[in-house]
């Protein structure tokens, strides 16, 4: 079975909640061990061991007498479809697709979407930016204790734990961080 292009999905209203009662299935596959890996050109291939799972997903919209909204719920069901089964991935950039082939379902496919990922890393508490956390940084924040957004003197650089307060928890935090 084919994956529905972005153009056939079926997408949720997210500027609002859900007005009427709506069912939607997915699939998912999870490579519980891998045999070989395979790169070669613009071609990428997993083999292994895979576990396939249908998932249902019912959404219940309850309304009061005059049709305004009052609960929304989720239910869903998580059916094995095959575990352990034997299958490979081939993905590919040209053209950006990719078929799941798992011993005993109809292979699964899609398109491929690539994404990039950086990592920095980021010192919690460096709120005077030198590159480590010290007792400047304990300092600068301690000087706008109690100090709220709207207060000259509050800065959301030095509240830490996004309380929208300077106070004992951000300082803690600092402390905590202190390098030695």
């Known amino acids: 079975m084919r994956a529905p292009r972005a153009e056939d999905v079926f997408r949720l209203n997210c500027t609002g909640p859900p007005t009427e009662n ?12 891998m045999t070989d890996v395979s ?3 613009t071609s990428f291939t997993i083999s292994g061991y895979w576990d396939v799972a249908k998932i249902t997903v019912s959404v219940t919209v ?6 305004k909204i009052i609960k929304i719920s ?3 069901t998580i059916e094995k479809i095959v575990e352990n089964a034997e299958g490979r991935l081939q993905a590919s950039l040209t053209p950006p697709e990719f078929v799941l082939s798992i ?6 496919s899609g398109d491929v979407k690539f994404i990039s990922v950086k990592y920095k890393e980021i010192k919690i ?13 304990l300092v600068k924040v301690a000087k706008r204790y109690r100090a709220v957004p709207g207060i000259w003197c509050f800065d ?8 929208n307060v300077i106070d ?3 300082l803690t935090t600092i402390a905590a961080n202190i390098e030695g």
Request: charged share 25%; aromatic share 12%; proline share 2%.
């Open 74 to 76: 989720w239910e869903y």
């Open 22 to 33: 709506f069912t939607f299935t997915c699939y998912g596959a999870r490579l519980v061990n």
């Open 103 to 108: 011993t005993g379902i109809d292979p699964l």
């Open 62 to 67: 309850i309304k009061d007498e005059s049709g």
């Open 168 to 170: 004992v928890g951000d």
């Open 39 to 41: 790169l070669e050109g």
């Open 156 to 163: 959301h650089s030095m509240d830490v734990n996004f309380d």
């Open 125 to 137: 508490c460096d709120v005077s930016g030198d590159g480590k956390v010290n007792i400047v940084d």
